[in-house]
């Protein structure tokens, strides 16, 4: 049985993954206009990462083990890369790292 932590990160996971895994990328700039720079992609992916795991420990008053911490920034660490952020400059390499670019 999950705890309530536990049972939001997993539907958070669920959810993400097949936003992901269904959307196309948008290739036509001419429709869509310019594509985001690293700095806007990086922000955004410390949003669905890093600060929503932070911001669901602290208002369930739990922390979740470092195992499935690792594991939560790393499937975020594979989006940034599908959203095209330089392997450099992915700051979902470690929860640390994560930490220090928030």
Do not use: Y
């Not at 990086?42 to 949003?47: D, K, R």
């Not at 083990?65 to 975020?76: G, Q, S, T």
């Not at 095209?84 to 929860?95: A, F, K, T, V």
């Amino acid at each position: 049985l999950l705890q309530p932590c536990q049972s939001a990160v997993v539907r958070w996971l669920c959810i993400a993954n097949t936003f992901f895994t269904v959307t196309p990328p948008i290739k036509d700039v001419a429709e869509h206009g310019e594509p985001i720079n690293q700095a806007q992609l990086i922000g955004t992916l410390l949003g669905c990462s890093t600060l929503l795991l932070e911001g669901m420990q602290e208002m369930a008053g739990c922390s979740l083990p470092a195992r499935k911490r690792e594991a939560f920034l790393h499937l975020w660490r594979v989006v940034g890369f599908l959203f095209g952020i330089e392997e450099d400059l992915n700051p979902n390499s470690s929860w640390e790292r994560s930490l220090l670019v928030k």
